[in-house]
Nanobody
């Protein structure tokens, strides 16, 4: 099993910044993609950003130029630097990764418990 622990959420004003962190632990042989998703009240969960072990990155159009995703492969940790936050960024942010426990295991999808980000206008 793999556990994802997120930190860094909170309440900020529009235009301010936050940095989210997510550390993976447990029975890990290797991790493929890591990323962040978010879910606002009454809406479906949506992709924010993902990063592969080699550093290939994908962003949602709504956060391009404002958010930066990065990862530390040695620490099994992914970060999300969020700048110029807007009220519409308010959501619960979930960490996600694809990980396997052994060389011959399949990759499984894991989720963190979520961290609340609230941006006031």
């Amino acid at each position: 099993q793999v556990q994802l622990v997120e930190s860094g959420g909170g309440l900020v004003q529009a235009g301010e910044s936050l940095r989210l962190s997510c550390a993976a632990s447990g029975s890990i042989f290797s991790i493929n993609a890591m990323g962040w998703y978010r879910q606002a009240p009454g809406k479906q969960r949506e992709l924010v950003a993902t990063v592969t072990p080699g550093g290939r990155i994908n962003y949602a159009d709504s956060v391009k130029g404002r958010f930066t995703i990065s990862r530390d492969n040695a620490k099994n940790t992914v970060y999300l630097q969020m700048n110029s936050l807007k009220p519409e960024d308010t959501a619960v942010y979930y960490c996600n990764c694809e990980a396997r426990s052994t060389l011959i295991s399949i990759y499984r999808n894991y989720w963190g418990q979520g961290t609340q980000v609230t941006v006031s206008s």
